[in-house]
Nanobody, 127 residues
Framework: QVQLVESGGGLVQAGDSLRLSCAAS????????MGWFRQAPGKEREFVAA????????RYAESVKGRFTISRDNAKNTLVLQMNNLKPEDTAVYYC????????????????????WGQGTQVTVSS
């Protein structure tokens, strides 16, 4: 059974940085693409970033491109989201997710491509 545990959320001011981590267990981490999604109050869950299983391909939502960086350490079974220049509109619960698919070369961005989810970590950005 897959376990994904996020950490690193918190309350920061606009312009600050945060580093989210996701510790994975239960499957061979390096076999699966990974992603970050977020959900703000009253809104649907949305794609933030994804990375392929090799760590060589990344994809970002337009709203975070140039500010957020997704990375992975397959030796440590860890996924990271470095968030810089945070804005109030980045306030949300952030979820780590693992794709269903081992055969993908790329990085999926649809929530339906991900079958395992963490419990989420709250990020609050004040203006």
């Amino acid at each position: 059974q897959v376990q994904l545990v996020e950490s690193g959320g918190g309350l920061v001011q606009a312009g600050d940085s945060l580093r989210l981590s996701c510790a994975a267990s239960g499957r061979t981490f390096s076999n699966y693409p990974m992603g970050w999604f977020r959900q703000a109050p009253g809104k649907e869950r949305e794609f933030v970033a994804a990375i392929n299983k090799f760590g060589s391909i990344t994809r970002y939502a337009e709203s975070v491109k140039g500010r957020f960086t997704i990375s992975r350490d397959n030796a440590k079974n860890t996924l990271v989201l470095q968030m810089n220049n945070l804005k109030p509109e980045d306030t949300a619960v952030y979820y780590c997710a693992q794709s269903h698919f081992t055969g993908l070369i790329g990085a999926p961005r649809s929530a339906s491509d991900f079958g395992s989810w963490g419990q989420g970590t709250q990020v609050t950005v004040s203006s």
